[in-house]
């Protein structure tokens, strides 16, 4: 995902394109978003679905 052509609910613009992936992790879950699964994907990489629950 190009984060910084992304808006993400309940965090502010990211205007980086990359981050760390623990850097990242840790934005996602001190906003409220929980990791949902993972599966592999094409070089070396791996998707990753989260969950965000608005009131």
Known sequence: MTLDKHKLDGIPQITAK???VAE???LLMQEGYQR???APAQG???KVWW???TQ
């Open 51 to 53: 969950n965000h629950l």
């Open 24 to 26: 990242f992790e840790m």
């Open 36 to 38: 949902a699964g993972s």
């Open 18 to 20: 990359i981050l760390p």
């Open 44 to 46: 070396k990489r791996i």
